[in-house]
């Protein structure tokens, strides 16, 4: 079967990555390449106070990783990543091939986080102002 393109995201520990977010990566990476995944973009994407508690953290780092995996390889990667003490949750999703280029361009776009986060910034101001209100 053709390999095909996917988005990993991870809900990080940051109790765990605090200060040594190299191994953790180390550690994704290496299950990834035991199943012979290529690793296209891999890089954290933001950290967060969650909406409810899992596995009794209240704030998690989300780590984004695109790869290039033949389909029969996903379950093996989501049974390591599961066993991988650091990551609390995660998400494997199928890329469209129609937007495989459009979603490695902004993975790999260092200044995507930060359009990102003044975005967030802007629908923060406007709820603030009452903004989105029915009248």
Not at 30 to 47: G, M, N
């Amino acid at each position: 079967m053709p390999a095909q393109m996917y988005e990993c995201l991870l809900m990080l520990d940051s109790s765990k990555v605090a200060g040594d977010l190299d191994t953790v990566k180390n550690s994704i990476h290496a299950i990834l390449d035991k199943h012979k995944a290529e690793i296209l973009a891999s890089r954290p994407w933001d950290e967060r106070k969650l909406a409810f508690p899992v596995k009794k953290q209240k704030k998690s780092l989300y780590y984004l990783v695109y790869v290039q995996v033949d389909s029969q390889q996903v379950k093996p990667i989501e049974h390591d990543l599961t066993l991988n003490e650091s990551i609390l949750r995660f998400m494997v999703i199928r890329i469209d091939p129609k937007l495989s280029e459009t979603m490695l361009a902004l993975a790999k776009d260092p200044h995507a986080l930060a359009l990102q986060a003044a975005n967030e910034e802007m629908v923060d101001e406007y709820e603030m102002s009452g903004g989105g209100r029915g009248r």
